[in-house]
């Protein structure tokens, strides 16, 4: 089966950084998104990865790693804004979106 | 990028009432869009596929019947969700899938929120 993994829940400090980890196992590969969503809003892009390495935009940066299954995404001077849950979403073979359950970032003072 | 609309933006409906939801692409043509539900605290979770022209392609344990997709045009599909009961208040939220640059990237609306009463 298709399977995508990102922990739940994650608790940050206002001006640290922070990374959010996502392994995926799915039939095939043709990309990787990562969305954030405010709660009670629709889902938004930040990055998209389609080759190995890394993809740095402002503050946020993903990683992508083919071989192993693996992306993060990077969160540098985090802002009480970012709390937001942050999703990981594969695109497989049949070009279907396979979404990862959400990871919750809670940012604290 | 691309953008989305979605009509109404919250709707509040009777038990027993159908209820209508657009899903438009704006500025580009979708031949495939998606259509998500999302409880509080849960996970966005597939409900259908709407291809242009085409029937919609449901997850399973989604009533097709009480689901009624139509995808008419390249910038249109809508939901209907029929004989609407109180279990069915969520947040519902479309996407339009842009072939344009290959990504295969989904641009979401903005959800709508149905309480049945």
């Known amino acids: 089966g298709q399977n995508i993994d990102q922990p739940t829940e994650m608790t940050a400090t206002e001006g640290a950084i922070v990374q959010i980890n996502c392994t995926y196992q799915?039939?095939?590969?043709?990309?990787l998104f990562w969305y954030q969503q405010h709660a009670g809003e629709a889902p938004t892009f930040l990055s998209y990865n389609v080759l190995d390495g890394l993809e740095e935009k402002g503050r946020f940066s993903s990683f992508l790693s083919r071989s192993k299954g693996y992306s993060y995404l990077l969160l540098k001077e985090l802002q009480m804004k970012d709390s937001a849950s942050y999703l990981c979403?594969?695109?497989?073979?049949?070009?279907?979106?396979?979404w990862g359950a959400g990871t919750k970032l809670i940012i604290k003072p | 990028g691309a953008v989305v609309s979605q009509h109404p933006s919250w709707v509040i409906c009777k038990s027993g009432t159908s209820v209508k939801i657009e899903c438009r692409s704006l500025d580009f043509q979708a031949t495939t869009m998606f259509w998500y539900r999302q409880f509080p605290k849960q996970s966005l979770m597939l409900m259908a596929t709407s291809n242009e022209g085409s029937k919609a392609t449901y997850e399973q344990g989604v009533e097709k019947d009480k689901f009624l997709i139509n995808h008419a045009s390249l910038t249109l599909s809508t939901l209907t969700v029929t004989s609407a009961h109180p279990e069915d208040s969520s947040f519902y939220i479309c996407?339009?899938?842009?072939?344009?640059?290959?990504?295969?990237?989904?641009?979401f609306g903005p959800g709508t929120r149905l309480t049945v009463t």
């Open positions: 799915t039939s095939g590969f043709n990309g």
């Open positions: 996407s339009a899938r842009d072939e344009r640059e290959g990504t295969y990237e989904q641009y």
């Open positions: 979403a594969v695109i497989d073979s049949n070009y279907q979106l396979i």
